[in-house]
Every structure is written in C-alpha cells, then in structure tokens.
C-alpha cells in the first residue's frame, strides 16, 4: 500500500482565498482523522470521521473550517475564508480500529502558508 | 479533556547515551499508549506502543516504561544513534477511546 497520500504538499495562498486539502486514507482503514501542528500549539486534532461519518468535530477551530467525508478513499479539510493564523502544516491519518485507539499512520502533510 | 504533559521539551545526548522522555496523563479508562517519531518534513510515524497489560516494552534499542497508579510512562533510547534524532510525542487515549490527545513533543538531537 502506498500509505496516506495527501495533497497539495505545499500550498500558498492570500488572505481571504479558499484554500482545499486532500486526503487519501490506507485502503480498508475505517478511521480518519485531520490534525494541525503548529510549533506554538503543537499537534492539534481537528476532526475524525469514522465508516465517513464526522463522529468528533470539536477541534475545529472555527466556522471557516469543514471537512468531508464522502467514501472511503477520499477526505477534504477546506479553509473558506483563509487567514494568516492559519498557516500551519496539516496531516490527515487513517487507522483501524476494532476496540479502542490504535495505530494512526499519517500521511506526509501540506504545509499551508496563508501570506 | 485529556492533558498530555511531556518533558523535556528538548534534548541533547552523546552517541551511546540514553535518552529518556516523559510522560503524564490524567485520566483514561482505556490501555494504549503510543510513542511517535517525527522527522523533519514528514509526518509522525508509530515507534512503539503499550497495552498496559505489562509495565514494560521493549523493542530494540526502545523501551517504554510504564507506571499505571502514577499516570506516568516514558520512553527509553538506548545506545542512543545520530540517526535517532527527531521529535518525539507520547500520546493517551481520549474522548472515548477511538482518538488520542498527543504530548507536545521532546527534539531529540543525539550529537557524536
């Protein structure tokens, strides 16, 4: 399997532009999940969806932040608008889980800069 | 909410030292405790895990120590290598189990 693909690697854009981030999650992992690291807040976790359902959204920052879910190979975080304090390196993981946490395998992130 | 509390922030060790990472959790009803390695530009990767059935893992030069009525485990680099150097977090189970809460993270740099 090729892991946790995510694009765009690198995204930069201006204040107030939408910004979409791409997530293709490890084939049969029933779990993902969206995080934001940043050296000040370190790794946050926005949401995670589980069978593509949103099941826990309370790290979303604010309303300019959505993210869907709609099959199982495909996610996106969006940004609408974006704001300078949102720039930050963002990871989406998948994992399989049968009772309880496990392990998450992240993907390689987009570094988004908003200028 | 669960709090991670890891210490230190940053660490220097010689080539064949050991190195040792902190950390402290409030409250979990469930036993998983997953320690990651992160290098620059890429996103973290599982090291190493315990289920807490055991108060020790060992795997390789890794070893997590863990103490279940302190709320504490750590992590141990033995024989620790250059290649070793990267950002560590340790991270406990929350919000019902399926999701984890991750430490801030110790910068691991292992000098020759």
């Known amino acids: 399997d090729a892991g946790v693909i995510q694009s765009p690697r690198h995204e930069v854009t201006e204040m107030g532009q939408e910004v979409t981030l791409r997530c293709k999650p490890i084939?049969?992992?029933?779990?993902l999940f969206w995080y934001r690291q940043t050296m000040m807040r370190g790794l946050e976790l926005l949401i995670y969806f589980n069978n593509n359902v949103p099941i826990d959204d309370s790290g979303m920052p604010e309303d300019r932040f959505s993210a869907k879910m709609p099959n199982a190979s495909f996610s996106t975080l969006k940004i609408q608008p974006s704001e300078p304090r949102d720039s930050a390196v963002y990871f989406c993981?998948?994992?399989?889980?049968?009772?309880?946490?496990?392990?998450?395998?992240f993907g390689p992130g987009t570094r988004l800069t908003v200028l | 909410q669960q709090q991670v509390k890891q210490s230190p922030q940053s660490l220097i060790v010689q080539k064949g030292g050991i190195s040792i990472i902190n950390c402290a959790y409030e409250n979990t009803a469930f036993d998983y405790f997953p320690w990651y390695q992160q290098f620059p530009g890429k996103g973290p990767a599982l090291l190493i895990a315990i289920r807490p059935d055991v108060s020790e893992k060992k795997e390789g030069r890794f070893t997590i120590s863990f103490n279940k009525s302190a709320k504490q485990f750590s992590l141990h680099i033995m024989d620790s290598q250059p290649g070793d150097s990267a950002t560590y977090f340790c991270a406990a189970p929350t919000g019902g189990g399926n999701k984890l809460t991750f430490g801030t993270g110790t910068q691991l740099k292992v000098e020759l």
């Open positions: 084939s049969g992992h029933d779990y």
């Open positions: 993981a998948s994992s399989l889980q049968t009772s309880g946490a496990d392990t998450q395998y």
